[in-house]
Antibody, heavy 118, light 106 residues
Framework: QVQLVQSGAEVRKPGASVKVSCKAS????????IHWVRQAPGQGLEWMGI????????NNAQKFQGRLTMTRDTSTSTVYMELSSLRSEDTAVYYC???????????WGQGTLVTVSS | DIQMTQSPSSLSASVGDRVTITCRAS??????LNWYQQKAGKAPKLLIS???SLQSGVPSRFSGSGSGTDFTLTISSLQPEDFATYYC?????????FGPGTKVDI
């Protein structure tokens, strides 16, 4: 069955970086796109960016330009999301999610809580 | 970016009630509209894609309609497990954007 399994919760100080992993199984990894969506406490869903698994190309939301890096390792079917220059407003649950060509998010990881606090 | 709005922001309902949630896009998105259900502490779950296509395994009491800028999610007979927050999301253009959510509680 399709699964996206994310790495565990992280705590970081302001100004630091965090790297979250998302390991895929149960489907042909290179046929899909992986997106990152975050949710601040008590808030809605915010799209961050997409990585084309086959080509390795990425596209980020404007607000994360220069701070968000997404990579993939096709040998382990894992995608990585690194967010730098963290601030308290980045405290959120970060989800990886899968789509085909159109961004309909049919499978989601379990979420990774990233807490930014001094 | 396309802005998505939802109404109401929350509603209280009883088991067996018919519930309707509305989603509006700031410009036409054809039928590129998806609905998700999110329960507390869990990842969202895709219920309906392309405005009206029910995902496999989703109960038939859920239905979606609309095109252009106005869309509706209907739960025909609310069940205890349906108490959750519902989000719409447009997949017409990048960036994909979500509505602010509608919380359905007792």
């Amino acid at each position: 069955q399709v699964q996206l399994v994310q790495s565990g919760a992280e705590v970081r100080k302001p100004g630091a970086s965090v790297k979250v992993s998302c390991k895929a199984s149960g489907f042909t990894f290179t046929n899909y796109y992986i997106h990152w969506v975050r949710q601040a406490p008590g808030q809605g869903l915010e799209w961050m960016g997409i990585i084309n698994i086959s080509a390795g190309t990425t596209n980020n939301a404007q607000k994360f330009q220069g701070r968000l890096t997404m990579t993939r390792d096709t040998s382990t079917s894992t995608v990585y999301m690194e967010l730098s220059s963290l601030r308290s407003e980045d405290t959120a649950v970060y989800y990886c999610t899968r789509s085909g060509y159109y961004p309909r998010f049919d499978y989601w990881g379990q979420g990774t809580l990233v807490t930014v606090s001094s | 970016d396309i802005q998505m709005t939802q109404s109401p922001s929350s509603l209280s309902a009883s088991v067996g009630d018919r519930v309707t949630i509305t989603c509006r896009a700031s410009q036409s998105i054809s039928s590129y509209l998806n609905w998700y259900q999110q329960k507390a502490g869990k990842a969202p779950k895709l219920l309906i894609s392309d405005a009206s296509s029910l995902q496999s395994g989703v109960p038939s009491r859920f239905s979606g309609s609309g095109s252009g800028t106005d869309f509706t999610l209907t739960i025909s007979s609310l069940q205890p497990e349906d108490f959750a927050t519902y989000y719409c999301q447009q997949s017409y253009s990048t960036p994909p954007t979500f509505g602010p959510g509608t919380k359905v509680d007792i």
